[in-house]
């Protein structure tokens, strides 16, 4: 039972390119979230998705789209990378309560 | 807007004493409240919850305390450790919300030894 994955650990892009962040979770959970992390900034919510092919904004969606393709992946894209995006992105699952994270990607954005 | 705060952006505590940390909730319609633990270079770690419909909660060394009149939570870890040392944040959930939490900051806990 690995919990929550999150890939890759760390990256680094140059701006305009865009990637692709992989989240998996296998507790079967309903819900997904995709956060980001800044210093003093705390977490903000990026999308979430409460089921297999639904996806929702957040309180920070610009620039970001997700897929839910499977109930077990959550996918966070990033179509053109941009400096403000360099952070730290979390994803996390829940059934309904308590949400259980990964361990983050670090993202660097040139 | 709605928002979750914590009162003080750091605290230094002596091993062996007790911590408390505090947290200021605005949300009314908030039914449920997690304190989490993140440590250097990892992801936050659920350390206890309640509900709304309760006013304490105790767990292994740690006690969670709400206050619905003031809108205040307050996590207390007893007999506070090194390996306490980490950032904590407190989480609520607005009833109807899609399980969706509101952080706040966070709080970073320093264990002098």
């Known amino acids: 039972n690995a919990g929550v994955t999150q890939t890759p650990k760390f990256r680094v892009l140059k701006t305009g390119q865009s990637m692709t962040l992989l989240c998996a979770q296998d507790?079967?959970?309903?819900?997904m979230y995709w956060y980001r992390q800044d210093p003093g900034m705390g977490l903000r919510l990026i999308h979430y998705?409460?089921?297999?092919?639904?996806?929702a904004k957040g309180e920070v969606p610009d620039g970001y789209n997700v897929s839910r393709l499977k109930k077990q992946n959550f996918l966070l894209g990033l179509e053109s990378a941009a400096p403000s995006q360099t952070s730290v992105y979390f994803c996390?699952?829940?059934?309904?309560?308590?949400?259980?994270f990964g361990p983050g990607t670090r993202l660097l954005v040139l | 807007g709605e928002s979750v705060g914590l009162h003080l952006p750091t605290l230094s505590v002596q091993e062996g004493d007790n911590s408390i940390i505090n947290c200021a909730y605005s949300?009314?319609?908030?039914?449920?409240f997690i304190w989490y633990k993140q440590e250097s270079g990892k992801g936050p770690q659920f350390i206890i919850d309640?509900?709304?419909?309760?006013d304490k909660r105790q767990g292994q060394r740690v006690t969670v305390l709400l206050n619905k009149t003031v809108k205040h939570l307050s996590l207390q870890i007893a007999a506070t450790q090194p390996g306490d040392s980490a950032v904590y944040f407190c989480?609520?959930?607005?009833?109807?919300?899609?399980?969706?939490?509101?952080f706040g900051k966070g709080i970073t806990l320093s264990v002098r030894p």
């Open positions: 996390a699952s829940s059934s309904y309560s308590d949400q259980y």
């Open positions: 507790m079967n959970h309903e819900y």
């Open positions: 998705s409460v089921g297999e092919g639904t996806t």
């Open positions: 949300n009314s319609a908030s039914d449920y």
């Open positions: 309640i509900r709304s419909n309760m």
């Open positions: 989480a609520e959930r607005a009833t109807g919300a899609n399980s969706k939490l509101t």
